[in-house]
C-alpha cells in the first residue's frame, strides 16, 4: 500500500544494495512488526519505529552470535541476551548497545 507516494501498510521492499525488509510502513520507514535481512545473511526480525530497531526484537548475526531482547534507537538497550559464537552469554541490563547495570556473563 501507499500513501502520499509513500509506502504505508504491509509490504515488502528490496533495497538497491541487496538488502530487504518485509513488514509494517509508515510513510514510508519500518514501522511496527518486521524481519530485514541483510545480503550477508544477518537478520533482525522484531519491532520497528520510523526505521530503527525499537521494542522488541531478535538479531541473528553471521557466526551464530545473536541478540534477543530490547531495542532503542537501532541499539540493544534495556534487558537482553547475547550469546557469542563461542557460546558464551551476557545476560542482562544494556544501555545503547554496551553492558550497563545489573547482569550475569556465562562462559
Not at 1 to 14: A, N, P, S, T, V
Not at 15 to 20: F, L, M, Q, T
Not at 68 to 81: L, N, T
Not at 82 to 102: F, I, P, Q, V
Amino acid at each position: 500500500m501507499w500513501e502520499k507516494d509513500l509506502r504505508h501498510g504491509k509490504g515488502f521492499e528490496r533495497y538497491p544494495n541487496g538488502n530487504s525488509y518485509y513488514g509494517y510502513f509508515k510513510m514510508g520507514k519500518a514501522d511496527g512488526k518486521g524481519v530485514y535481512t541483510w545480503v550477508n545473511g544477518e537478520v533482525y526480525d522484531g519491532e520497528w519505529v520510523q526505521g530503527l530497531k525499537q521494542g522488541y526484537g531478535i538479531w541473528r548475526g553471521l557466526h551464530n552470535d545473536s541478540y534477543i531482547g530490547e531495542w532503542k534507537e537501532s541499539k540493544a538497550h534495556g534487558y537482553g541476551v547475547h550469546t557469542w559464537k563461542n557460546g558464551d552469554r551476557y545476560e542482562g541490563e544494556w544501555h545503547m548497545c554496551l553492558k550497563h547495570g545489573t547482569g550475569t556473563d556465562i562462559f
